[in-house]
């Protein structure tokens, strides 16, 4: 149940823009049954268009975006990818040339409704999938320019075209098969329009509902209830009892399920819940536009949509035993029951508003009752997430000693841009002025750079990326601030840099050099953070050699993704960090083969990392190798 949670918040984001859209088609719709096609109902029908026809796009956008362990651009285009792929791979013109088909009119039809809701969620599916398994993946030197996340968009191609292929056989298979069993329905008379009703909304998330439609309103079988309709060439009493059990439900019900989940959200979530409602409710009443409304519960709430298919279903039985017929041109909504009004197949349409209060009664009442007595997840009354991944003491230390930094920095406001290397922060701010260095260190900080402009590089330590991860949140909104006595808390705790364990040294410590090179002072080292001693004592080197091995037994506490800098716990809790160049996290990688993983026991002379000199000097930045004792304090440093 966790993942459908996940699922149905992750397709928020997108659905959020869909009732104005559906609106604005609207419109044109309506003015073009009015006024007949013009330049308006053309302007706003595109406007709307744009999106509603993409639905399935921007549902693998943001399932992929929402799924991923962490929401990012990489997972985003990854999904993004996979749509591209098993959509064009399966497309009609595709399918032609793959079968030797004569023309696309010979493609089995399911192809050309291949561009669904069902396909958006698998591909954002397989695109978070692929983030968060290769997100990290380490290639061999040669290629290391597609490691970490430039490798996401290539394996989720790779995967899709496995997915496109076992669609290529499934899909048709299924799709024939709901028309036929739509097909067997036609004898049924308001039975078999229930049942329909009952279906064309449980398969609503897989897109299949097409096949069904395709018997009953269009001249699959020989129906043609919504064209008949329209043309005025059906039978009065019998055209129009495929449609007309949608207005009652899309026009009253589904607001009447909107106004319950509002009531049961959340008191302190209720405003932001009431926006997506209120929108999709109206674009659900005013257009018939439901899949806003639909979609925003259809998997936080599985049961109320299940729900939700039966109350469909009877609307559809009832309105074609009483009888009342109607139809629509785009949907069940407020303007096609006004357009068609006077059409003349139209029978009873007053009895529409009547039934819808009916409905409107019933689904709020059924909603409400079930959403309390079930504590079901709608929107307002999701699980709230775990601020981060551990323990609820380290998850409040960072984010308290995030926030301690962003008020050093001048707020969050202040921040513009904010990436982090191995042990510190770098930061981009709108005012420098603004930025409290003291203030910054009593956070827990091991000192504040300056390097130039509205650069500002904050020196953290190892867990540097947890504080990263922090900043983010706070500044996105996705936790809330801790309170000023869990800032005090944590920032009064006695600690040192970057929260690493201070650690009894001897005034000397001798290790094995990490790395072939010629030993020179720290103070050569051209960056003030290293060489002015603010991360730490240490030395350096100007490397002649490729690889940086164990300069004594311990385990690996950090290696940075881009594969510069790698740091060790010693037995007796030292941490040493050897970092390859400066500035070489500007390289992304290129040039670095990280051959060990954290938590990994070495022993000393064990290879840690390789790297190109040429690829570094090629790039600009000095080769020279800071190494350094990360909690000793005055301990001096020698390498033998």
């Known amino acids: 149940m966790k993942f459908f949670q996940r699922l149905g918040k ?49 549902f693998a956008i943001g399932v992929a975006f929402g799924m991923a362990s962490k929401s990012d651009g990489t997972a985003a285009l990854a999904g993004l990818v996979s749509y591209l792929v098993i959509t064009r791979l399966l497309s009609p013109e595709t399918v032609m040339g793959l079968t030797g088909a004569a023309d696309v009119e010979a493609v089995n039809p399911a192809f050309g409704n291949i561009e669904n809701a069902f396909i958006g969620i698998l591909s954002g599916l397989i695109g978070a999938l692929c983030y968060d398994r290769f997100k990290d993946v380490k290639l061999p030197l040669a290629l290391s320019f597609f490691s970490g996340k430039r490798s996401v968009a290539i394996v989720t191609a790779g995967a899709s075209l496995v997915v496109a292929l076992v669609l290529f056989f499934v899909w048709p298979l299924v799709f024939g098969g709901l028309v036929a069993f739509g097909e067997l329905l036609l004898g049924l008379g308001p039975v078999g329009a229930g049942i329909y009703g009952f279906l064309n909304r449980l398969l609503i998330p897989t897109g299949l509902h097409h096949a069904l439609n395709s018997v009953f309103w269009f001249d699959v079988a020989g129906i043609n209830d919504l064209g008949n309709f329209l043309n005025n060439t059906g039978t009065f009493g019998v ?53 806003p409304l639909e979609f ?39 303007i096609d029951l006004v357009v068609n009004l006077a059409n003349p197949l139209a029978q009873n349409p007053w009895l529409i508003p009547v039934m819808g209060v009916f409905w409107f009664v019933i689904y709020f009442v059924a909603f409400y009752f079930i959403i309390k007595r079930f504590d079901l997840k709608t929107p307002g009354r999701e699980d709230e997430d775990l601020e981060v991944a551990g323990s609820g003491s380290k998850g409040s230390k960072f984010h308290a000693q995030a926030s301690a930094i962003l008020d050093g920095l001048g707020g969050s406001s202040n921040v513009v841009e904010l990436d982090n290397c191995a042990t510190r922060l770098r930061m981009q701010v709108a005012d420098v002025a603004k930025v409290d260095d003291a203030a910054i260190r009593r956070a827990g900080a091991a000192g504040v750079m300056k390097p130039g402009g509205k650069s500002v590089q904050v020196i953290y330590g190892l867990e540097v990326q947890f504080v990263k991860d922090a900043m983010e949140d706070l500044i996105a909104g996705r936790v809330e601030a801790p309170s000023a006595e869990e800032v005090q808390a944590v920032v009064d705790a006695p600690s040192s840099m970057g929260g690493g364990t201070a650690t009894a040294t001897a005034t000397v410590l001798t290790l094995r050099q990490p790395v072939v090179g010629t030993i020179v002072p720290l103070t050569q080292v051209p960056d003030a953070t290293f060489a002015d001693g603010i991360m730490g004592p240490g030395v350096a080197i100007e490397p002649t050699g490729d690889t940086v091995v164990a300069p004594a037994d311990g385990t690996v506490a950090h290696v940075f993704p881009t594969g510069h800098a790698v740091a060790l716990v010693l037995a007796d809790g030292v941490e040493i960090l050897v970092h390859v160049g400066i500035d070489t996290v500007e390289m992304e990688g290129r040039g670095f083969q990280t051959l060990v993983e954290v938590g990994d026991a070495v022993r000393e002379g064990a290879p840690l ?10 790039a600009g930045h000095p080769t020279v190798t800071p190494v350094i004792v990360l909690n000793g304090g005055d301990t001096e440093l020698r390498l033998r």
């Open 239 to 291: 055209t129009g009892q495929y449609m007309t059990g949608f207005f009652p439900i899309m026009m009253f019900g589904l607001p009447g399920a909107a106004l319950a989940m509002y009531l049961t959200a959340k008191t302190t979530r209720r405003k932001v819940t009431a926006g997506i409602l209120i929108a999709s409710a109206f674009a659900s009443f005013f257009v018939g536009v439901t899949e």
């Open 609 to 618: 990392l390789r790297f190109d000199l040429d690829a570094i000097r090629a």
């Open 296 to 334: 925003a519960f259809m998997f936080l709430a599985p049961p109320l949509y299940l729900l939700h298919a039966v109350f469909t279903g009877i609307s559809m039985a009832i309105s074609a035993m009483l009888p009342v017929r109607m139809g629509f041109g785009f949907s069940g909504g407020f």
């Open 10 to 58: 992750s397709l928020m984001l997108p659905i959020a823009v869909l009732p104005v859209a559906a609106i604005l088609s609207g419109i044109g719709y309506w003015i073009s049954s009015v006024a007949g096609p013009n330049v308006a109902s053309a302007f706003f029908a595109a406007a709307g268009g744009a999106l509603l026809d993409n639905l399935p796009l921007l």
